[in-house]
């Protein structure tokens, strides 16, 4: 059971390149979310979603967008990086909140650096 | 303006001996609050949870404890292992946050030392 997978595991891009980032989880969550991790910060909010096709800004949503188009996979899009954005990256999901006790089940992060 | 506090950044224990690591939050509406463990270049996992109705919830050697007067909450690792350092991330959310939406801490490195 793979759990929630996060592609790529690293990249290095340039100010103003784009890129997306991919989540894909197989416990059939309804709720996904994307995370950002810098340097003595706890995980921050950038986007979250509660079902396929629905999105919605987290804490930090400012230069990301993002897209769920199947109930698996959620992407994470940079439309033009900035060097703010260097950055561990977290994707988790989890059930409903009906569900309380289910707790967010995290990816491995994609370490993004941008130059 | 922090919500959810961990004023340690880190924290040094023998193994064998007693973890406690804190937490202290700002928002009343927090009713539901989690541990979470992280290894270096790994995503969080899940350790263990409480909600405000309770004061302690118990799983093996982690006991979290929870004073809602205070607004404080701490995890205690008994006894600690080697394998008991990572990084530790307090969590909380509330019924009203609608999606389950978690604000967490600064987290506290732990490390045990053999």
């Known amino acids: 059971n793979a759990g929630v997978t996060q592609t790529p595991k690293f990249r290095v891009l340039k100010t103003g390149q784009s890129m997306t980032l991919l989540c894909a989880q197989d416990?059939?969550?309804?709720?996904m979310y994307w995370y950002r991790q810098d340097p003595g910060m706890g995980l921050r909010l950038i986007h979250y979603s509660v079902g396929e096709g629905t999105t919605a800004k987290g804490e930090v949503p400012d230069g990301y967008n993002v897209s769920r188009l199947k109930k698996q996979n959620f992407l994470l899009g940079l439309e033009s990086a900035a060097p703010s954005q260097t950055s561990v990256y977290f994707c988790?999901?989890?059930?409903?909140?009906?569900?309380?006790?289910?707790?967010?089940?995290f990816g491995d992060g994609t370490r993004l650096s941008i130059l | 303006d922090q919500q959810v506090k961990q004023n340690s950044p880190s924290l040094s224990v023998q193994e064998g001996r007693i973890s406690i690591l804190n937490c202290d939050y700002t928002n009343s509406m927090f009713d539901y609050f989690l541990w979470y463990k992280k290894y270096p270049a790994e995503g969080p996992t899940f350790l263990i949870s409480?909600?405000?109705?309770?004061d302690k919830n118990e799983d093996g050697r982690f006991t979290v404890f929870l004073n809602k007067s205070a607004k404080h909450l701490s995890l205690h690792i008994v006894p600690s292992q080697p394998g008991d350092s990572a990084v530790y991330f307090c969590?909380?959310?509330?019924?009203?946050?609608?999606?389950?939406?978690?604000?967490f801490g600064k987290g506290t490195k732990l490390s045990v030392i053999p």
């Open positions: 416990m059939n969550h309804e709720y």
């Open positions: 409480i909600s405000s109705i309770k």
């Open positions: 988790a999901s989890s059930y409903l909140q009906e569900s309380r006790n289910q707790p967010q089940h």
């Open positions: 969590a909380a959310t509330y019924s009203g946050a609608g999606s389950y939406q978690l604000t």
